[in-house]
């Protein structure tokens, strides 16, 4: 595992071994690996990458102000976050909740450990225009400019039809009134290893209301038919429901896959919300999600239960990764 002390990436010796969890629930997968200690990790188990591969991650990373008291840095979170991104590199990152201070920091502490990130994300709501402790909020994508080309990015807003919004709105139309405005973004990238072009939209529904959600996940559907609709797409996100919610009938509906369900390998199916409950990682639903369209192979997949050696946990959530193969 690699370790983040003080600014510097050290390299350890990893364990090539990978075994079964004990008593871990099971994934419905054709199989299911954790690695030695009870800590998953895609590169154990997708093994070695091929020059098609990508590594994804979607993390929910939960804003510094949500209490009204940036105890983000004194508590250890911000390093165990620049942690567990270090640890598991991937490619391209959908985040949730960060602010936009909060993603810059991730973004400088990973570069002073040689681990270089770009970074697209717009606050939903302005917090000039509407103060409020947790209206800073982003869904912003980071991605690794030496794997990755950006070709381009933008953002979608959760508006009634005839709104032209300037920053996110809570009424997406007619009964649709959500909790907190809701938006999504997406980064279009070219793979440098293999040529292939892909686009990274991620998004996090609302918390409040069911009918939200599954307005969102309309909105996000119909957007990337209209603006992508014959380039591979992957749908980070935490979408506040399980996979017998709404949102993933609508998305599977139309055609979206749940990478979980069509990895190869993946790790334990652990609840993805951990509610900063400092307990082993139990079993539960997945809100925490990665879709693609149709016809790209999924390698691997894993919810990664990172905490410090003084058990602090990055965030409320668990980060989810895949590896995909692209055409």
């Known amino acids: 595992m690699r370790t983040l002390l003080a600014g510097t990436l050290l390299v350890g010796t990893l364990l090539a071994a990978c075994s079964p969890a004990s008593g871990a629930p099971s994934s419905g997968s054709p199989s299911s690996v954790v690695t030695p200690g009870g800590e998953p990790s895609l590169v154990r188990l997708a093994g070695p990458r091929q020059a098609a591969d990508l590594d994804v991650m979607t993390f929910n990373i939960q804003d510094s102000q949500i209490l009204g008291i940036d105890r983000y840095t004194s508590s250890g979170r911000r390093a165990a976050v620049a942690?567990?991104?270090a640890d598991e590199r991937p490619d391209v990152i959908g985040t949730q909740e960060m602010?936009?201070?909060?993603?810059?920091?991730?973004r400088a502490d990973l570069a002073r450990a040689g681990v270089?990130?770009?970074?697209?994300?717009?606050?939903?709501?302005?917090?000039?225009?509407r103060?409020?402790?947790?209206?800073?909020?982003?869904?912003?994508?980071?991605?690794?400019?030496?794997?990755?080309?950006?070709?381009?990015?933008?953002d979608l807003w959760f508006c009634p039809p005839d709104v032209v919004p300037t920053q996110g709105c809570v009424d997406s139309g007619p009964g649709w009134t959500a909790g907190d405005p809701r938006m999504a973004t997406?980064?279009?990238?070219?793979?440098k290893g293999s040529g292939?072009?892909?686009?990274?939209?991620?998004?996090?529904?609302?918390?409040?209301?069911?009918q939200a959600r599954e307005r969102g996940a309309e909105v996000v559907q119909d957007a990337v038919e209209r603006l992508f609709p014959a380039l591979p797409v992957l749908l980070t996100g935490d979408f506040n429901s399980g996979p017998d919610a709404a949102p993933h009938r609508v998305l599977t509906e139309a055609g979206w896959v749940d990478t979980w369900t069509t990895a190869a390998r993946t790790g334990p199916a652990w609840s993805t919300f951990n509610r900063f409950d400092r307990r082993a990682p139990l079993p539960g639903p997945r809100i925490d999600r990665i879709y693609a369209r149709p016809g790209l192979p999924v390698v691997a997949a894993a919810v990664n239960?990172?905490?410090?050696?003084?058990?602090?946990?990055?965030?409320?959530?668990?980060?989810?990764?895949i590896r995909v193969r692209l055409p």
């Open 305 to 321: 239960t990172y905490r410090s050696p003084a058990g602090v946990l990055p965030s409320d959530h668990y980060p989810v990764l």
């Open 83 to 85: 942690q567990v991104v």
């Open 99 to 106: 602010t936009a201070g909060q993603a810059e920091d991730l």
């Open 196 to 210: 292939a072009e892909v686009v990274v939209v991620n998004t996090h529904l609302d918390a409040a209301s069911a």
């Open 186 to 191: 997406w980064v279009r990238l070219r793979h």
């Open 116 to 129: 270089r990130y770009t970074w697209y994300g717009r606050p939903r709501v302005s917090d000039i225009d």
């Open 131 to 154: 103060p409020g402790v947790d209206f800073n909020e982003t869904v912003a994508v980071f991605w690794d400019p030496a794997v990755l080309a950006d070709l381009g990015r933008g």
